[in-house]
């Protein structure tokens, strides 16, 4: 099927009224978890993920992936209005739209963020819709040694770009790997680690972990003291809100950016969109013809991480879809999803759900629509949603954990996990580990396991199998990509001991 | 006490160490490889070994390294009073839900939260309870069929 009747057997998929509300929903839903800071689209999904077991896949994919992108436009609003990210990939929007905000202009702060946001969710389905297909026809030929391969890289560049740690991000990889262990083994039906529980005979599952520790863990989080944090004016009526020509203008540049760094280190995987909303606000300061503005409110400094860190949600969808490894811990949970609905991300996943694919690439295109229609008339509505107070939000976080967690298989001994690993995302947030590699970790044990013993069984117990040229040259790469910090680290290890010395 | 025993890293670490220690020894009980290939033991036993040394990594590097920041990432056990008894709130209320039920176990939480954690007057608690109870009741059993756990003192 080429790109043309792919997108419009996708148009006829995304515009049923069925799908059409799921969208809305999912933009909706987004929008507000972007906006309320403390509550993620990781938590978010998770949380919604069990009630979807009833639905159509395709309508609850595309409810799903508007919430992921649509928490990247809400996210912007907190970061102008009260220098505080709703989202982790909108702290770089803090540095200039909330300088914009006090010096009067929240209101061209937040519009260009929200057009920037549609010019790049835009592009960069575009991007995705070009890019995908030929990808997944090239990894065709991928067999059990080349995925385990490309597993391990993918889990490599998460933990090497999830925290200050590299050690910590390893450890919580490794105790997502244990995680998926658990149950029986499916070549030997061997028990593993189920602690002499017929519950535990099926391993845990992986909508408890996320539920656990994005969402309880999130609410426990949020319950420690903090200082109430004011809120800057927004303008009032539409006009107000759209930037000028003037600075429409000087954005064009940064729109093309954003879009631009954003797809291309979404595709990566935990790279993420913190990072490529970082690198485009470096690059438009970079090229800017008075950088020395930066930081006092430059309206490029909006539009350009803004952009990207959409750009980055259809980026990151390119090898969910096309190789079955996600690169964050948003995309891990969207992974979960599909395999829970029945699915199979990876090359053939396009040929083999076609209205799924192409469904879900011609939703993204309504829901940027939709979001730009959301975001600037009712800015001002959602930021009311910042006056919420904790203990109207947090219980209804808890109790719609608890139904998630029921309704997938009506026992109490989940929701007796689920507060465990409620627990450990509070610690895990505590000591700093990153939940992203557990997440990946727990998502990917179970096929790299399976990846790996395949290729053993096909060489009969010779590593030499994992030596073939693409095999090789990916586990190259994801050695030295953690060679690397070790080196830079010892490296700033011996200065130190040096200028000690001195 | 050494100033390091007071850093949280100091005791994830150990605590790590023995899972990887746990993982290991259970790893050993299974088959690593046999005729057809690596059995239930091969992968658990590379990644536990990983888990040890790496825990180790972190036990050692907390005890030897001097960090700066040393103080900031000691744990401050009474902001986390908060956050604990609001997990031992949602504990109780799982525990007791085999019980009462969702609903009021879910009432009783909300009314923990808002009325002993917000301190917020007992008519504004009693009133997130009950509404956020029947809100429940009203969206997943009747919107969206879904059954919401029941109690064994309510069949």
């Not at chain 1, 006056?387 to 109490?412: N, Q, W």
């Not at chain 2, 790893?27 to 658990?44: C, K, R, S």
């Not at chain 2, 997990?87 to 879910?106: D, P, S």
Request: aromatic share 10%.
């Amino acid at each position: 099927m080429d790109i043309f009747s792919g997108l419009i057997q996708g148009f006829s998929v995304a515009l049923t009224p069925m799908n059409l509300a799921m969208c809305f929903l999912g933009c909706f839903l987004g929008t507000v978890v972007g906006v309320l800071p403390g509550l993620g689209p990781p938590a978010t999904i998770a949380m919604l993920l069990p009630l979807t077991f009833k639905m159509d896949p395709t309508g609850a994919m595309i409810m799903l992936a508007g919430i992921y992108y649509g928490a990247k436009y809400g996210g912007s609003t907190t970061s102008i209005l009260m220098n505080v990210p709703g989202e982790t990939s909108s702290v770089a929007t803090c540095l200039e739209g909330y300088q914009m905000a006090r010096k009067g202009r929240a209101g061209a702060a937040l519009g260009i963020s929200a057009i920037a946001s549609f010019v790049a969710g835009t592009i960069g389905t575009v991007a995705l819709m070009l890019v995908a297909p030929p990808l997944a026809k090239l990894t065709l030929a991928f067999s059990a040694p080349e995925y385990f391969a490309l597993m391990v890289l993918g889990l490599t560049m998460v933990v090497l770009l999830a925290g200050d740690s590299l050690t910590k991000a390893l450890l919580s990889m490794m105790v997502g790997l244990w995680i998926a262990s658990m149950g029986t083994d499916i070549f030997t039906a061997t028990s593993r680690f189920t602690f002499g529980q017929t519950e535990m005979l099926g391993g845990i599952d992986f909508v408890i972990v996320a539920i656990g520790i994005f969402a309880v863990g999130e609410v426990m989080a949020n319950m420690e003291p903090s200082k109430p944090i004011d809120m800057l004016p927004i303008p009032k009526g539409l006009k107000n809100l759209m930037p000028t020509w003037q600075d429409l203008k000087d954005c064009r540049f940064a729109f093309i950016n954003g879009s631009v760094v954003g797809f291309l280190v979404g595709i990566l995987p935990g790279a993420g969109a913190t990072i490529s909303s970082f690198l485009s606000y470096g690059i438009e300061k970079s090229v800017s013809k008075h950088p020395e503005k930066f930081g006092t409110g430059v309206i490029e400094g909006v539009a350009a991480p803004e952009g990207a860190n959409n750009a980055d949600t259809a980026g990151a969808l390119v090898p969910l879809l096309t190789l079955g490894i996600p690169g964050s811990g948003t995309t891990a949970i969207l992974l979960a999803a599909l395999v829970l609905w029945g699915f199979k991300p990876g090359p053939l996943f396009i040929e083999e759900s076609p209205a799924l694919f192409w469904g879900l690439v011609a939703s993204m295109y309504i829901g940027n629509v939709v979001l730009l229609i959301l975001n600037l008339p009712l800015v001002a509505v959602f930021a009311q949603l910042l006056k919420m107070p904790g203990y109207a939000m947090y219980p209804l976080i808890l109790g719609v954990s608890i139904v998630g967690i029921y309704t997938t298989d009506s026992s109490i001994f989940q929701l007796g996990l689920l507060v465990g690993f409620g627990l450990v995302g509070y610690a895990m947030r505590k000591l700093d580990f990153p939940t992203a590699p557990l997440v990946l970790g727990l998502v990917l044990g179970d096929a790299m396991e399976k990846a790996l013993r395949q290729s053993l069984m096909m060489s009969q117990g010779h590593l030499s199998i994992l030596f073939r040229p693409i095999p090789a040259i990916l586990l190259l790469l994801a050695a030295f990509l953690l060679i690397v910090p070790l080196i830079k680290k010892f490296n700033s290890v011996r200065v130190q001991v040096i200028d000690q010395e001195a | 006490m050494n100033s390091f025993t007071r850093k949280g890293d100091f005791w994830a670490g150990l605590a790590l160490a023995a899972l990887g220690v746990y993982i290991i020894s259970q790893a050993l009980g299974w088959t690593y490889m046999a005729e057809e290939g690596p059995g239930a033991g091969f992968f658990p036993l590379w990644y536990g070994m990983v888990m040890i040394v790496l825990s180790l990594l972190l036990v050692a590097g907390t005890v030897l390294k001097h960090d700066p920041t040393a103080k900031r990432k000691e744990v401050r056990w009474a902001e986390m009073r908060r956050a604990m008894t609001c997990w031992a709130a949602f504990a109780v209320c799982v525990a007791v839900i085999k019980y009462v039920g969702f609903m009021i176990a879910f009432g009783l939480l909300t009314w923990f939260i808002v009325a002993i954690m917000f301190k917020r007057p007992q008519r504004v608690a009693l009133a997130y309870a009950i509404g956020g109870a029947l809100g429940f009741y009203a969206l997943f059993s009747w919107g969206l069929e879904l059954q919401l756990p029941i109690g064994t003192l309510f069949q």
